[in-house]
């Protein structure tokens, strides 16, 4: 939670803990997105969301990578497609038909690359998801 820096904290709380529950603390801060104890702290008193980590820190943080580079594949080969649709227009004579197949093949590779991405990124996400 960012909170406005123009009210300062000014008020403390002090509190003492059982060694059992300042490592239960401790380890919902590590799993947390929290930068500190404080920000932790003030965001559970407050009712604030507290987001956490749900599996792990690295497939957390693959996830949205991975998400990121199916997304722009998938851009990719719509773009592929558009340019192929326009040869399909414009097309006149040889040369052009010539382009046309090579595209639609390239296309198709990419096609089954991307497909083969995806498939590999779900295999990578049910392996984390069950750890």
């Known amino acids: 939670m960012i909170h ?3 009210t ?3 008020f403390q709380v002090a509190t003492t803990l059982t060694p059992e529950e300042y490592r239960n603390l401790i380890e919902r ?3 947390s997105t929290c930068r500190s104890l404080a920000e932790l702290l ?3 008193i407050t009712g604030q969301p507290v987001t956490t980590y749900f599996r792990s820190r690295s497939a957390d943080e693959f996830l949205p990578i991975a998400m990121s580079l199916s ?3 998938t851009a990719a080969g719509k773009h592929l497609q558009e340019t192929i649709a326009w040869l399909h227009l414009s097309e006149k004579g040889p040369k052009p038909n010539a382009a046309i197949h090579e595209l ?3 296309f198709f590779a990419f096609d089954r690359k991307t497909d083969e991405i995806k498939e590999k ?3 990578i996400y049910e ?3 069950h750890k």
Request: charged fraction near 25%.
């Open 8 to 10: 300062p904290h000014t």
């Open 104 to 106: 639609e093949t390239a």
């Open 127 to 129: 392996l984390w998801w």
């Open 121 to 123: 990124l779900n295999i």
């Open 29 to 31: 801060l590590n799993q």
């Open 4 to 6: 406005n820096r123009k």
């Open 42 to 44: 003030r965001d559970l």
């Open 71 to 73: 997304n722009e594949l």
